[in-house]
């Protein structure tokens, strides 16, 4: 699958994303069809493990728009690695003026697509844009102060204390002008890092891209606790699709479930950890079939059979009627 680089101004920042074009297919209205908008999660860039979402999504026919956002893979931005949640919540906004007006898209069927942290901002941005035709969150981080409370029941209290000293030098450098200080995206266990639990660095890493940089403003241990985009989700009127890992050690199931319940949403579970939903996981084509399947009832002129999780120990096995 081949994608066209383009780029779009959000505030002060230049804004880098890869188009990919729809194939023909159910979803064609008049030489119009569905746009796919996404971005990553905490820390992510679109050239590590987006793609495969993006290619199945123009296989089934439609458009997709991947951006990186504001000081993070190809976008500018005077902050780098800054986790700032304002700013990403309006490089999606500008992502989404800009899709509607890319040839092909049918501007009333605009989907959001996040995950992780990505999987809040979508629930934020529908519940305050009405003209949002459908929205897909998987396994997306709605709360953080309880993210930041099942992170402490498996992390010692002095990384705790360690990574909050970090966070604390982070906001006081840049305050007086000295800059950010920066921490690891991702460690291994006993490691200061905004991610340390046992395999998330082998998870990140496996999905990494070339642009992709393991440092993030040290900040963000104290700012995403104040993040709780579930409280949006009663506010969302469109189809909206919340796909939980029900053994999630980063963003707590539990939430999830809360505000899928609130947004009156369809909820598919996983029996697997944060990443497995990700290429090369086995928890990946049954995550994405279900996502395509989800959009053809909703955008497309007729439905096709709904496909269902296959079980943990065969991973292989077809899917089959829900």
């Not at 501007?107 to 979508?122: A, C, E, K, N, Q």
């Not at 498996?154 to 204390?161: G, I, Q, R, Y």
């Not at 002008?177 to 340390?196: C, F, K, Q, S, Y």
């Not at 642009?211 to 469109?238: K, M």
Request: net charge negative.
């Amino acid at each position: 699958m081949t994608f066209r680089s383009l780029h779009f101004r959000s505030g002060d920042a230049d804004i880098d994303a890869w188009h990919f074009p729809a194939r023909p297919g159910p979803f064609d209205v008049a030489g119009r069809t569905p746009v796919v908008v996404m971005a990553h999660g905490l820390g992510g860039t679109k050239d590590s493990g987006l793609a495969p979402f993006a290619e199945r999504f123009a296989d089934a026919g439609m458009h997709v728009l991947a951006f990186d956002y504001r000081g993070f893979g190809s976008s500018g931005g005077d902050h780098r690695q800054r986790v700032d949640i304002d700013g990403q919540l309006a490089d999606y906004r500008a992502a989404i003026d800009t899709a509607r007006r890319l040839d092909g898209v049918d501007p009333d069927r605009v989907v959001l697509w996040g995950v992780s942290l990505s999987g809040g901002h979508v629930l934020t941005i529908a519940a305050q844009d009405p003209g949002i035709a459908a929205l897909i969150a998987s396994t997306p981080m709605v709360d953080g102060l309880s993210a930041g409370l099942l992170a402490a029941r498996h992390t010692p209290a002095h990384m705790l204390l360690r990574s909050t000293a970090s966070g604390l030098r982070s906001r006081v450098s840049t305050r007086i002008g000295r800059g950010a200080d920066t921490i690891p995206l991702v460690g291994d266990p006993g490691e200061v890092a905004a991610l340390n639990l046992d395999g998330h660095r082998e998870d990140y890493l496996a999905l990494a891209g070339p642009t992709w940089r393991n440092e993030v403003d040290a900040d963000i241990v104290l700012s995403l606790g104040r993040y709780r985009p579930g409280r949006h989700a009663a506010s969302v009127r469109c189809p909206a699709l919340v796909q939980i890992a029900d053994f999630d050690r980063s963003a707590p199931p539990h939430a999830a479930a809360q505000a899928a319940f609130r947004a009156r949403a369809e909820v598919r579970h996983y029996p697997c950890d944060h990443f497995d939903v990700w290429p090369g996981k086995e928890w990946f084509e049954p995550a994405v079939a279900h996502q395509i399947f989800f959009l053809t009832r909703h955008l497309a002129g007729s439905a096709t059979p709904a496909p269902d999780t296959p079980v943990a120990s065969d991973p292989v096995s077809p899917l089959r009627p829900h």
